[in-house]
């Protein structure tokens, strides 16, 4: 150890060049992960942070909450299927909404307080109340767009007050508004006026299941309906899974590269410390506690490479505009940075069968 | 300074005795090299780098194997050291049978009973010179920690490098390097120092005070040393000679009787 700490330390140069290295591929990652976590919580916050835990939808809906279409039939018969707990309407509409303010593109969502499909992140104030038109809480994002407690947020002629706030409740990357079915119906009649008359109708249906019962199951049950799980319900809005697996495949193919370039690295270090390792073999150096070393060195190299590229990444995501849809979680941080250091240790591990190949009696007579 | 002096004809080209005759007068040789060959086979023909050799050496002895290019002298000195196995014969270290360990066992025994004194010094380029003496102390047990560091300090003081001690390689003279190495070798206390071409990398000059530097030091420990060497000039300071010829020790003698 004392040989590879030395080495890092009076060859600071050298290992600058590695260290740097790393710290771009880290920055790199961990903004295409900030990214990712970023558009994929925007995208479906108003799925995930809801006491649902699964979604039924119109056979031809294929998932998706704004094109599903269900009557009161339909509602029944998930609603009475067994394993259900609590069955109750959702209804989605994405439109412009007035506040004092000004105008924003918001989701409006219409729920039965008492039923499924609920937010369960309230930060501030409360949800509107069973049987309670006219109110609403509204996501994090459009408090911090300047609109508060006390608000009206309206749809044409329709408005809701607003009594609350929750967070991570974004839908496709817009800001809710969770208000009763009632006065939903009542904005989305102002902006699709061919619906006026229909009273009973929601997009889809919020399922709690009952506990130990899966989506799949339910699914078994009502055979001519969709039913997924809230996370499935995610993925199927339209572009989740394509983002989410371009980025991911981006950051993979990132960390193969560090992977490659770590391996590169102590490949020419070992070669040009054939001589030296030699010398070290012949004085009775084991070729464990050499190839450990360089091992050692990886890791270093890794850990100081995450560190300057994760804040670089910080310092990034602190000056990116707003609506650049950015998160930093500290669990991507961690599994990066487990991937990092683990990249750079199969790297350093092609070198190990090099070392064990230099032979201890070319440190005498030079050649042969 | 030795009584045999008087016995050995004191003119070059006079061949001495021959080594394998001679070992059986070392009855208590510390080093005992018996019928050693080393054969490299390439294809269908082999090749003899070491025939037959059979030498010893006593403790407290620095001799000198005295060979051109070519003539088997590295590989031989290399299966002392426990670097080569040789094909044939044994070789007996106080005690030990070097040609007997196996890969691990031999990288320990080089650690704790082998001082090397390499030709290009090949010391460790980013370890300061006290550190390079150290670092072969965390190879063996024998030698405690704290004992280690008051004996680097010891062998700087001895060497004249005390001054040079935070320095790395880069910063010494090609003798401060030399005299670095010859620490190291020192440093585990071992039974056999090992010098190989010590002078190769140094002028003629430079190359007098280190071999005569190591002869010192070797002596005043009580060390056994073989030094590799095709130069003439360097033998003076050893006990005796083996010259090396073609893969066969050929013959012992004084070094007075090289002297010319």
Do not use: C
Request: net charge negative; aromatic share 4%.
């Amino acid at each position: 150890m004392m040989l590879a700490l030395n080495e890092i330390r009076r060859g600071r140069g050298r290992f600058a060049s590695i260290i740097a290295a790393l710290s771009l591929i880290v920055f790199l990652v961990l903004t295409l992960g900030a990214l990712a976590d970023g558009l994929f919580f925007g995208a479906t916050g108003a799925v995930r942070s809801t006491n649902a835990t699964a979604y039924a939808f119109s056979p031809d809906a294929k998932g998706s909450l704004l094109r599903s279409s269900m009557d009161p039939e339909q509602v029944r018969e998930v609603q009475e299927a067994p394993g259900v707990a609590t069955a109750t309407g959702v209804g989605v509409l994405l439109t412009a909404g007035t506040a004092p303010s000004g105008e924003y593109d918001v989701a409006i969502f219409g729920v039965d307080p008492d039923g499924a499909g609920v937010p369960t992140t309230l930060t501030e104030g409360r949800l509107p109340a069973a049987g309670e038109d006219g109110t609403a809480a509204i996501d994090q994002e459009l408090a911090k767009q300047g609109v508060a407690i006390g608000d009206d947020v309206s749809v044409g002629s329709t408005s809701a007050e607003v009594v609350g706030i929750v967070k991570d409740s974004s839908y496709q990357l817009q800001p809710t508004v969770w208000t009763s079915l009632n006065t939903w119906r009542e904005m989305r009649n102002e902006v699709r006026p061919e619906f006026t008359g229909v009273v009973d109708d929601v997009n889809a249906v919020a399922i709690e299941t009952e506990s130990g019962v899966t989506a799949e199951q339910i699914q078994g049950e009502i055979g001519d309906l969709t039913v997924l799980s809230a996370e499935a319900t995610g993925l199927a809005i339209p572009g989740v899974e394509q983002q989410s697996s371009t980025l991911n495949s981006i950051i993979y193919t990132a960390l193969a590269v560090a992977a490659l370039v770590v391996a590169l690295f102590f490949a020419l270090v070992v070669l040009e410390k054939r001589e030296l390792f030699a010398a070290l073999k012949a004085l009775g150096t084991p070729t464990r506690k050499l190839g450990a070393g360089v091992v050692l060195q990886a890791i270093i190299a890794s850990l100081i490479g995450v560190v300057i590229g994760a804040l670089a990444s910080r310092g990034l995501g602190a000056i990116v505009p707003d609506e650049v849809p950015t998160l930093f979680r500290t669990e991507t941080l961690i599994t990066i940075a487990i991937f990092t250091l683990v990249a750079g240790v199969v790297g350093a591990a092609f070198s190990l069968r090099r070392i064990a190949r230099i032979d201890p009696a070319t440190a005498i007579g030079g050649s042969l | 300074m030795n009584e045999n002096l008087e016995f050995v004809p004191p003119h070059p080209g006079d061949p001495g005795v021959d080594p394998a005759s001679d070992a059986t007068s070392h009855k208590d040789a510390i080093l005992r090299v018996e019928d050693v060959s080393k054969i490299y086979s390439s294809g269908d023909t082999e090749v003899h780098a070491v025939s037959k050799a059979t030498m010893a050496v006593d403790q407290g002895e620095f001799v000198a194997l005295l060979g051109p290019s070519g003539s088997g002298k590295t590989t031989l000195i290399s299966m002392i050291g426990g670097l080569l196995s040789p094909t044939t014969g044994t070789i007996n270290l106080a005690g030990t049978d070097v040609a007997g360990l196996n890969k691990r066992d031999l990288t320990k025994f080089r650690a704790e009973r082998v001082g090397f004194v390499f030709q290009a010094a090949n010391l460790v380029p980013f370890l300061t010179a006290r550190e390079n003496l150290l670092y072969v102390s965390t190879l063996q047990k024998r030698i405690s920690r704290k004992e280690a560091h008051a004996r680097a300090d010891q062998l700087l003081e001895e060497l004249g490098l005390a001054p040079r001690a935070k320095n790395v390689p880069e910063q010494l003279s090609g003798g401060e390097r030399q005299r670095v190495a010859i620490g190291r070798a020192l440093m585990n206390d071992p039974d056999l120092i090992l010098v190989d071409e010590p002078t190769a990398a140094l002028d003629t000059k430079l190359g007098r005070q280190v071999v005569e530097l190591l002869a010192r030091e070797i002596k005043q420990r009580g060390k056994t040393g073989i030094m590799v060497t095709h130069d003439l000039r360097m033998v003076q300071y050893t006990d005796r000679v083996f010259e090396i010829l073609d893969g066969e020790l050929t013959h012992v003698e004084q070094p007075s009787a090289l002297a010319h």
